[in-house]
């Protein structure tokens, strides 16, 4: 069964930075696009960045140029490279299989100073 887990949230500083890891199994991970997306208490849930199987990446207009989606085939494994952070990006970070309803357990980030 597919299992993503999410790891590299935590309390930042305005400005600082954070790179989010998640690690996928029971996919084929080489070829699914993959997801991050985002939760801020009692806001819904919205797509941040996504990577295509081939690299193509997307962003959220309000992340462009602060943050980066990558993936690692081999580790099986997508990153979300957060820098400049802001207190508005403070929200629970999930990230998501493009073409599997199921969702990880989240990290936190907490953007305050």
């Known amino acids: 069964q597919v299992q993503l887990v999410e790891s590299g949230g935590g309390l930042v500083q305005p400005g600082g930075s954070l790179r989010l890891s998640c690690a996928a199994s029971?996919?084929?991970?080489?070829?699914?696009?993959m997801r991050w997306y985002r939760q801020a208490p009692g806001k819904q849930r919205e797509l941040v960045a996504a990577i295509t199987s081939g690299a193509k990446t997307t962003y959220l207009d309000s992340v462009k140029g602060r943050f980066t989606i990558s993936r690692d085939n081999v580790k099986n494994t997508v990153y979300l490279q957060m820098n400049s952070l802001k207190p508005e990006d403070t929200a629970v970070y999930y990230c998501?299989?493009?073409?599997?309803?199921?969702w990880g357990q989240g990290t936190q980030v907490t953007v305050s100073s």
């Open positions: 029971g996919i084929i991970f080489n070829m699914s696009g």
């Open positions: 998501k299989v493009a073409a599997v309803d199921y």
